[in-house]
């Protein structure tokens, strides 16, 4: 009997497994790896990054910068309302499989009294934002000195099989050149 309940729940889980879309599956890997950034769980979240990223900056120098950058305690950030905004159907190119991801997220920067920016008039600093986002974009919260920037990102998701293991890219317009190096113009060329 408990060996029918075992086979019956593999079943199912192996159904609702193969069941899934492969945007859906892209959807909850990407989540799952934006999870880990919020987790400050920058060692795992790489792992959801090609390893070509890894030629254009070591993997020990990513995750340096993700450190610092987002476990300053002068300046906390954390993200919320992370959304998948679209996502497209993969395709296979050169025997990779990719698809575009649009996500939005709003970025919270709090400057602390310790932070050299916290002697930076708190109207500049909101109008350096307001000029990077747009002035829609952002929202200061004088109580706790509080920034939230609402943006949204392109991402590239590649996977071998088309199925599983989704890779995931930020498709910064500064980096947009070296990810040619691993990115099709094909994919590129759709931003």
């Given amino acids: 009997m408990k060996k029918q309940i075992l086979i019956l729940i593999l079943l199912i889980t192996s159904i609702s497994v193969h069941s899934q879309t492969a945007t859906e599956r ?3 890997e990407f989540l799952a790896y934006f999870e880990n950034i919020i987790n400050h769980d920058f060692n795992k979240s790489l792992g959801y990054m090609p390893k070509e990223m890894f030629d254009i900056t070591p993997r020990a120098s990513l995750l340096e910068t993700m450190e610092s950058a987002l476990n300053n305690p002068q300046m906390p950030l954390s993200f ?14 050169e025997e ?6 649009k996500y939005s997220t709003v970025l919270s920067i709090t400057v602390k009294p310790s932070s050299p920016l916290a002697n930076v008039d708190s109207t500049k600093l909101l109008n350096v934002y307001k000029e990077t986002y747009s002035e829609e974009n952002v929202k200061f919260f004088a109580e706790d000195n509080r920034y ?9 998701a590649i996977s071998l099989n088309g199925k599983t293991d989704w890779k995931f890219v930020e498709l910064e317009p500064t980096i947009l050149e070296l990810l040619k190096e691993f990115i099709p113009d094909q994919i590129l060329n759709k931003l």
Avoid: F, Q, R, T
């Avoid at 990779?96 to 991801?101: G, I, V």
């Avoid at 939230?148 to 590239?156: G, H, L, R, S, T």
């Fill in 26 to 28: 892209i959807k909850n």
């Fill in 80 to 93: 919320k309302d992370v959304k998948v905004i679209s996502i497209d159907e993969p395709i296979l190119v």
């Fill in 96 to 101: 990779k499989h990719y698809s575009l991801l």
């Fill in 148 to 156: 939230d920037i609402y943006y949204e990102k392109n991402v590239c």
